[in-house]
């Protein structure tokens, strides 16, 4: 089955800088990659998607780029705001109808 | 419109006694999953159905959980004689169809079993 890891952990960061979260994957027929933010004592919330007929995309801030020869994926915040404080998740699906998540990164942002 | 809701949003039980959690998906999804999470884990997949066909219960821990749906529509996950280990928040997720489309989740159900 698939399996996805997702590096870091814990991520903290100052006001303003840029953040990346990393994600690996292990099946070549996962065709769909989404990123989700929880804040606390919330569900997973869809911030940005990605299909594997693109290689990039963005909106606003934010901005995932997707490596299917190395069955990589990663979500880069650009100018992080206290309120980008948060665990992100990443998931992978396609091969399964089951997404596989990662085990999530919570990232702080020092104001 | 609306979203995933689901109910209650805490539950506070004695060990022993039996629990159902209710999920409401958005009108229209034909796949809705059930997720258990641990206080600072990730998401563990429990159940997924898929319109009529039979439900995926692969990642159900015990057979004390069970679910059901009705149809297209609401869902409940049911724990029987709960355990201390069985703390933890409950998701529920829809999507229009399944594995590539969009998952919406609900806020969960906290559950506390003392």
């Known amino acids: 089955g698939e399996n996805v890891e997702q590096h870091p952990s814990t991520l903290s960061v100052q006001e303003g800088d840029s953040a990346v979260i990393k994600c690996t994957y292990s099946d070549s027929a996962s065709n769909y990659f989404p990123w989700y933010k929880q804040e606390l004592g919330k569900g997973p919330q869809l911030i940005i998607d990605i299909r594997s007929n693109v290689g990039e995309k963005k909106d606003q801030r934010i901005a995932v780029t997707l490596n299917k020869t190395a069955k990589h994926f990663s979500l880069h915040i650009t100018e992080t705001q206290p309120e980008d404080s948060a665990v992100y998740f990443c998931a992978a699906s396609g091969g399964s109808y089951i997404p596989t998540f990662g085990r999530g990164t919570s990232l702080i942002v020092h104001p | 419109g609306a979203g995933v809701s689901q109910s209650p949003s805490n539950k506070v039980t004695e060990k022993g006694k039996d629990v159902e959690l209710r999920c409401d998906p958005i009108s229209g999804h034909t796949a809705l999953y059930w997720y258990r999470q641990r206080l600072g884990q990730g998401l563990e997949f429990l159940i997924y159905?898929?319109?009529?066909?039979?439900?995926?219960k692969s990642g159900l821990p015990s057979d004390r959980f069970s679910a059901e749906r009705t149809g297209e529509s609401v869902s409940t996950l049911t724990i029987q004689r709960t355990q201390q280990e069985d703390s933890a928040v409950y998701l529920c997720a829809s999507s229009l169809a399944y594995g590539t489309d969009t998952q919406y989740f609900g806020p969960g159900t906290r559950l506390t079993v003392l």
């Open positions: 159905f898929q319109g009529n066909s039979a439900p995926d």
